[in-house]
Nanobody, 122 residues
């Protein structure tokens, strides 16, 4: 049974940092990424990393502040979030799949975690 389990969310002041973790079990994946969904908004792409190449892609809104990384031995992906802003407040979801295309859309992934709340106060 495939599972993605996120951890690391919480409450932080603007300018602070958080590190999210996602541990996958049941199989390995070509691509692992992060999405987020704020109240009243659609789920949006944050970042993705591919296992074989280490390539990464980021949403423009988080470039230079967030860093995605992956530990293939642990079948895990991480999201280091620095210089957090109130607009980063959302539920963050780990996503996993086997595609190199459609990485910025929800349809590009086959498995999802349950989500972890990140709240940034001003």
């Amino acid at each position: 049974q495939v599972q993605l389990v996120e951890s690391g969310g919480g409450l932080v002041q603007a300018g602070g940092s958080l590190r999210l973790s996602c541990a996958a079990s049941g199989r390995t994946f070509v691509a692992m990424g992060w999405f987020r969904q704020a109240p009243g908004k659609e789920r949006e792409f944050v970042a993705v990393v591919w296992s074989s190449t280490g390539w990464t892609r980021y949403a423009d809104s988080v470039k230079g502040r967030f860093t995605i990384s992956r530990d293939n031995a642990k079948n895990s992906v991480y999201l280091q979030m620095n210089s957090l802003k109130p607009e980063d407040t959302a539920v963050y979801y780990c996503a996993a799949g086997d595609r190199y295309t459609d990485y910025s859309t929800s349809g590009g992934y086959d498995y999802w975690g349950q989500g972890t709340q990140v709240t940034v106060t001003s």
